[in-house]
């Protein structure tokens, strides 16, 4: 019987923010272009059998070029020789609330994902397990300011899940994140929610488990270098432009994986959805989307067990030079996928 174990996460503070210069011949978009959302198609096959997905998202900005609603909308078949035996949909939406000086006070998010099973095929959650269900995630984070500095932030969620005829499961998580600040009004340090977080010169530059055993490391621009753990250590390495253009994984010192990407000279899209907000010492990012200040067109995988893998990215671009599409091809013999993806914007003639 297979069982599918979603993996639900909630980032509120993603330390990667990159603001590269870009090559003289890159074409530049008119100032007040908007890149609004993407539309993607999916399809992964194997052997045995083949799953397709779409996802919708949406980014709303008021006239300032804050945040103000994104959303997405996500579908997921799977079928094998005897049909479709697994599928799922799921709505998540965050609102972004601005005080009257133009300070984040709360970012809200809900998700309604509805799954169907089959005889053979069950979800899960926890010690759930069932065929047929729901989960339905609600969140707030609230900001305290003081003197135009950000002091805390509390997270408060609660996940209810419901399958089959079992009664619903509540899942309530909550956490609090202080900010410390010098004499001067820089930040040196964040704490909350299990984890420590240190800043040189108002730039973060590591983030740590509260046991000290995952550990992850910036350089001065604020991009990870470095990622540690009992089972894993990773290092990251960025191209002029801001690109992560390798990285590698090894388990207590045994070479596990290695990734080579290679980017184009265009600008990405999901770099311009906004991410800095007033007071905040750290980037929010709830989008889902790459930092990398321009697009993949090929990326390289080597693994100590398997031929490399490596996913080609073909680009068409509007006048402008932003990416109007992009169609993405990973293949090997036993695994292959597809990926096309268009980009919608306004006010970019």
């Known amino acids: 019987m297979r069982l599918y174990q979603p993996v639900l996460t909630f980032l509120a503070f993603l330390a990667l923010s990159i603001s590269c210069k870009k090559k003289n011949e890159e074409v530049k978009p008119v100032e007040n272009c ?28 008021d006239d300032q070029g804050r945040l103000t609603l994104v959303t997405f909308s996500r579908t997921e078949s799977r079928k094998d020789s005897t049909g479709v035996y697994a599928s799922s949909t799921d709505e998540e939406t965050y609102e972004f609330v601005y005080d009257t000086e133009g300070f984040l006070t709360e970012l809200k998010r ?93 730039v973060r530059a590591s983030s740590a488990s509260d046991d000290g055993k995952i550990v992850w490391k910036y350089d001065d621009l604020g991009r990870m270098i470095s990622y540690s753990s009992p089972y894993d250590e990773r290092t990251f390495k960025y191209d002029q432009r801001g690109n992560q253009i390798f990285q590698d994984s090894y388990d207590n010192g045994v070479f596990v994986f290695s990734t080579e990407t290679k980017f184009d000279d265009h600008t990405n899209p999901d770099s311009t959805i906004p991410s800095r907000y007033k ?71």
């Open 34 to 61: 908007r890149f609004v959302g993407k539309s993607i198609i999916s399809e992964q096959k194997t052997a045995a059998e083949t799953s397709v997905g779409t996802t919708e998202s949406n980014f709303k900005q």
């Open 110 to 202: 809900h998700d309604l994902r509805l799954q169907q099973g089959s005889a053979n095929f069950l979800f899960g959650y926890a010690t759930l397990r069932y065929r047929k269900g729901r989960m339905e995630t609600t969140s707030v984070t609230s900001f305290v300011y003081n003197e135009g500095r950000l002091q805390s932030s509390k997270y408060v969620s609660n996940l209810v899940v419901q399958g089959d005829n079992l009664p619903a499961a509540n899942f309530p998580e909550s956490y609090t994140i202080s900010y410390k600040y010098d004499s001067k009004g820089t930040i040196q340090t964040a704490t909350g929610g299990g984890w420590v977080a240190k800043y040189t010169n108002g």
């Open 279 to 349: 007071g905040i010492p750290d980037p929010i990012k709830v989008t889902y989307a790459d930092d990398n200040s321009n697009n993949m067109i090929e990326s390289t995988v080597l693994h100590r067990n398997d031929e490399p893998l490596i996913t080609s990215n073909v680009w068409t671009y509007h006048p402008n030079g932003l990416p109007a599409a992009s169609t993405m091809k990973t293949g090997t013999d036993f695994y292959k996928t597809t990926q096309i993806t268009k980009f919608k914007y306004e006010n970019c003639d």
